[in-house]
């Protein structure tokens, strides 16, 4: 029987790092073979989703999805059911179409013009027609940032568990998922000290995302703006508070941090319980909470 090795990769993809651990009863040189396959995976996601390619399903959308229907990937068209459906359960605080917000602010590149009309645009717009095809109702822009970094991981876990694989972990900028034997151990930044202080914590879920205001982007001039937007109000938030999520699937810890951080708590507690999901909080006052309750 072959040795046991384990080897680790990283790629920068989806706006982050991205890295690939896997341990098996196999040669470092195959573990190396398959971690490229997982990462052209993630590549792969990254060019039918990206807002930033114009080239993308989502690029494409943006542009003539409210002038008729048009055909997505497979994949697209999963995550935008998804997307929907989270938007529906919590309500539209989960909402991808607060991409214009994120156009305004500087956080996206404007690719056209944006309008108060594309602005006015929800998630209750997007229509899934079946075969693939997807409509706007009225003009919009979607942005999948918030839930394809979590779908490109489930891709690359899918893949991998095909493998016989004793473990892996993929981990993209935070959004992670562990397979197998992989060790369960995570550390989460603490939103007090952010760039070195992190809070141990153990994978309560197969899958881990974390969110949090803490981190922000310049928009214009000397003025900053976090990447979480409120969909209805367009304000930024504020908060110091962090928001970790452990779910069966990255793409559902990846789209819940926004609910819990955005929507009212009985309504993202009720979410959470119908997902099998947990919510760690840490805030600034160094308090961790578990949610539901």
């Not at 209750?124 to 779908?151: C, H, M, T, W």
Request: hydrophobic share 45%; proline share 5%.
């Amino acid at each position: 029987m072959p040795a046991t090795n384990t080897i680790q990769r990283c790629q920068p993809l989806l706006g982050t790092f991205v890295e690939i651990t896997l341990t098996g009863a196999r040669s470092e040189a195959k573990l190396h073979e398959q971690a490229g396959k997982a990462f052209e995976m993630i590549r792969s996601v990254q060019r039918m989703m990206s807002f930033h390619d114009t080239d993308s399903d989502v690029s494409r959308l943006n542009r003539c999805g409210h002038v008729a229907p048009l055909q997505v990937h497979p994949w697209t068209y999963h995550v935008l059911e998804q997307a929907v459906q989270l938007s529906r359960e919590t309500e539209g605080a989960f909402d991808i179409t607060v991409a214009p917000r994120l156009v305004r602010s500087g956080l996206l590149p404007r690719h056209t013009q944006v309008s108060s009309l594309v602005e006015a645009g929800r998630w209750e717009d997007i229509a899934l027609l079946g075969g693939r095809a997807v409509s706007f109702r009225q003009p919009l822009q979607v942005d999948l940032g918030g839930i394809a970094k979590g779908f490109a991981v489930d891709k690359a876990v899918e893949y991998l568990s095909t493998l016989g694989l004793s473990g892996a972990i993929v981990n993209a900028g935070g959004d992670m998922r562990v397979l197998g034997q992989a060790d369960s151990r995570v550390a989460i930044r603490d939103p007090r000290d952010p760039h070195r202080v992190a809070v141990p914590a153990v994978m309560l879920r197969p899958a881990l995302a974390t969110s949090a205001a803490y981190f922000v982007k310049a928009a214009s001039g000397l003025q900053k703006a976090s990447a979480i937007m409120h969909p209805r109000t367009g304000k930024p938030m504020k908060s110091n508070l962090s928001v970790s999520v452990f779910a069966k699937t990255c793409i559902e810890a990846d789209a819940l941090t926004k609910a819990v951080l955005l929507a009212p708590q009985k309504l993202w507690n009720q979410v959470l319980a119908a997902r099998d999901s947990v919510a760690l909080l840490l805030t600034k006052q160094g308090e961790q909470v578990m949610f539901p309750v």
